[in-house]
């Protein structure tokens, strides 16, 4: 079946459960009896549809509009609190299904970021000169020598207020990539490319100078985490991008919309993360434990996270559950 017989066949159940849903309100007794075993049927076959979505048109907001319609109808037809069971479902499957959905977007954010990381990076070891005047000055001082492994005598008072800013930074960072997808995307890949291109340049004079392991423990306990954090907020970017560009068969104000919502989630869903690498690059980094701790907690967070995209992000067919993310919009009459 492909998408335009998919959406031909199925859009009149979907607006009539969205008029049933709406006329309910909170109270499905207002449909009168008839009305609930309607409402419980087209629930049933809105359930079945998000599933087929899912699995053969995972990539086109019609996954949206149903998840949104089915989220909505669900507490209807079983009495439950649909908005407490959203944000569990969000937490602990939501948020990384959302994170999964796209591969090919994330596989782009994550080029966009390291390519140009692993350039610079070759490009400051063999000419440290015009690289040094590419960094910030705050970053300069990594060309200066440095003791291996030892405490960098930071006060417990200051490692918090460093935690607390630094964490703040990197959540604006993430809504900045994302929120730039509005741009056709172009905010955001400039932004992944930023942020290699620094990565890159500062590490490679780094290693020039002789402060590679210096580097590796500075950067490593946190950073794993936090450049997974931004190459999925740049994800979401690139799909608020991919709306602007590309809306399909919808109009592109209703898929903006959805997809604006989505990355808001991505976001949101991304947020707590950064939260735990700013802490660790406040408080565990300043104190200097040497390479095979910062190894261990760095490749170990980050471990953590992309397991649980790969574990708790996987689809399930036989499910309908997923979070109340977009309401069902008007019949698309083509792009605009």
Same mark, same amino acid.
């Given at each position: 079946m492909n998408l335009d017989r998919f959406l031909q066949d199925r859009r009149q159940g979907w607006v009539e459960l969205d008029a049933l849903v709406r006329r309910a309100g909170r109270r499905p007794e207002r449909l009168g009896a008839d009305g609930v075993r309607r409402l419980g049927r087209l629930y049933r076959a809105a359930a079945a549809d998000l599933a087929v979505a899912r699995r053969q048109f995972r990539s086109d907001p019609v996954v949206a509009t149903l998840e949104g319609l089915v989220g909505r109808s669900r507490g209807l037809v079983y009495e439950s609190e649909a908005r407490r069971a959203g944000v569990v479902d969000f937490v602990t499957r939501g948020y990384w299904r959302r994170v999964r959905e796209r591969p090919g977007l994330l596989a782009v954010a994550a080029t966009l970021t390291f390519a140009p990381a692993v350039l610079t990076f070759l490009w400051a070891l063999r000419d440290p000169g015009a690289a040094g005047g590419l960094v910030p000055g705050a970053f300069r001082a990594v060309t200066e020598p440095k003791r291996h492994g030892a405490n960098l005598g930071i006060p417990l008072a200051v490692r918090s207020a460093l935690a607390t800013q630094i964490f703040t930074n990197n959540i604006r960072v993430a809504f900045a990539a994302f929120a730039t997808g509005i741009t056709a995307g172009l905010g955001t890949g400039l932004l992944l490319v930023y942020n290699g291109v620094i990565l890159g340049v500062v590490g490679g004079l780094a290693f020039g100078s002789g402060n590679g392991s210096v580097f590796t423990q /500075?950067?490593?306990?946190?950073? %794993? /985490?936090?450049?997974?954090?931004? %190459? %999925?907020?740049?994800?979401?970017? /690139? +799909? /608020?991008?991919?709306?602007? %560009?590309?809306?399909?068969?919808? +109009?592109?104000s209703e898929v903006i919309v959805v997809e604006a919502r989505r990355a808001v989630e991505l976001a949101l869903g991304t947020a707590p993360w950064l939260v735990v690498a700013g802490l660790v690059e406040g408080f565990l980094t300043p104190a200097g434990f040497g390479l095979p701790v910062v190894l261990t907690v760095g490749f170990g967070l980050g471990a953590l996270y992309w397991a649980l995209v790969l574990w708790r992000g996987r689809p399930v067919p036989s499910e309908d559950r997923g979070p109340a993310t977009a309401a069902l919009g008007p019949s698309p009459g083509g792009r605009r």
């Open positions: /500075l950067v490593t306990a946190h950073g %794993v /985490l936090e450049l997974s954090c931004i %190459v %999925v907020a740049g994800m979401a970017g /690139l +799909r /608020l991008g991919m709306a602007v %560009v590309d809306p399909g068969y919808r +109009r592109r």
